[in-house]
């Protein structure tokens, strides 16, 4: 069974740091992009960042750049979000999803509402709270 699990969110106060982790199992993981989400209440979902399979490549969405860095280790089956400098607008579930489109190995070069229907496998995702 194809699984993604977030995990590492929780309570934080701004300016805080965390480190989200995203385990997968059930698939080929090194083949794929991943993606980290996340959606606020009441907001669309919003793609954040992705790591390429192929090369390490990275993207980032203009709202997180300097404060997110996505990496991943292969050898474990797992994607990170590093996360400094946390403002209360970061109150959010986030969510780490795989890029399902045939033959991608490298990120897009946007995480918008069109590109994300190509990804799935979906976690259950990590409520991250940031109070001020």
């Known amino acids: 069974e194809v699984q993604l699990v977030e995990s590492g969110g929780g309570l934080v106060q701004a300016g805080g740091s965390l480190r989200l982790s995203c385990a997968a199992s059930?698939?080929?993981?090194?083949?794929?992009?991943i993606g980290w989400f996340r959606q606020a209440p009441g907001k669309e979902r919003e793609g954040l960042s992705c790591?390429?399979?192929?090369?390490?490549?990275?993207y980032y969405a203009d709202s997180v750049k300097g404060r997110f860095t996505i990496s991943r280790d292969n050898a474990k089956n797992e994607v990170y979000l590093q996360i400094v400098s946390l403002k209360p607008e970061d109150t959010a579930v986030y969510y780490c999803?795989?890029?399902?489109?045939?033959?991608?190995?490298?990120?897009?070069?946007?995480?918008?509402?069109?590109?994300?229907?190509?990804?799935?496998?979906w976690g259950q995702g990590t409520q991250v709270t940031v109070s001020s």
């Open positions: 999803a795989a890029d399902l489109a045939v033959g991608v190995t490298t990120c897009r070069l946007t995480l918008d509402n069109k590109i994300q229907a190509d990804f799935g496998s």
């Open positions: 059930g698939f080929a993981f090194d083949d794929y992009v």
């Open positions: 790591i390429s399979s192929s090369d390490g490549s990275t």
